[in-house]
């Protein structure tokens, strides 16, 4: 069993930064692929980033490819979304993820644990 919990969000101008972090329970961090996650207003969850157990290999949406980037920290049992040149179209609810394996999963249902979400709002 894996708690995660999101901290980070906020609102930001457009082209400003945020640094989501997600906190997770339990010894077994290392186990999980991380995901990132996000979902709009009227609009299904969608696929950020994901990171293996490892860390060494990482995979993004090409919405965000250039702008933000994923990474972990096995010792803290902590995974980050650091996003950069934020776009009001970055604006909704992003969630973290987790999936024992060491593959990098972009599916929703692929996930076995949640958090709850952090609200970001990116002004124009």
């Known amino acids: 069993q894996v708690q995660l919990v999101e901290s980070g969000g906020g609102l930001v101008q457009a082209g400003g930064s945020l640094r989501l972090s997600c906190a997770a329970s339990?010894?077994?961090?290392?186990?999980?692929?991380m995901g990132w996650f996000r979902q709009a207003p009227g609009k299904e969850r969608e696929f950020v980033a994901a990171?293996?157990?490892?860390?060494?290999?990482?995979y993004y949406a090409d919405s965000v490819k250039g702008r933000f980037t994923i990474s972990r920290d096995n010792a803290k049992n902590t995974s980050y979304l650091e996003m950069n040149s934020l776009k009001p179209e970055d604006t909704a609810v992003y969630y973290c993820?987790?999936?024992?394996?060491?593959?990098?999963?972009?599916?929703?249902?692929?996930?076995?644990?949640w958090g709850q979400g952090t609200q970001v709002t990116v002004s124009s």
């Open positions: 990171i293996n157990r490892s860390g060494g290999g990482t």
């Open positions: 993820s987790a999936k024992m394996g060491d593959y990098l999963y972009i599916r929703p249902h692929e996930y076995d644990y």
């Open positions: 339990g010894r077994t961090f290392s186990r999980y692929t």
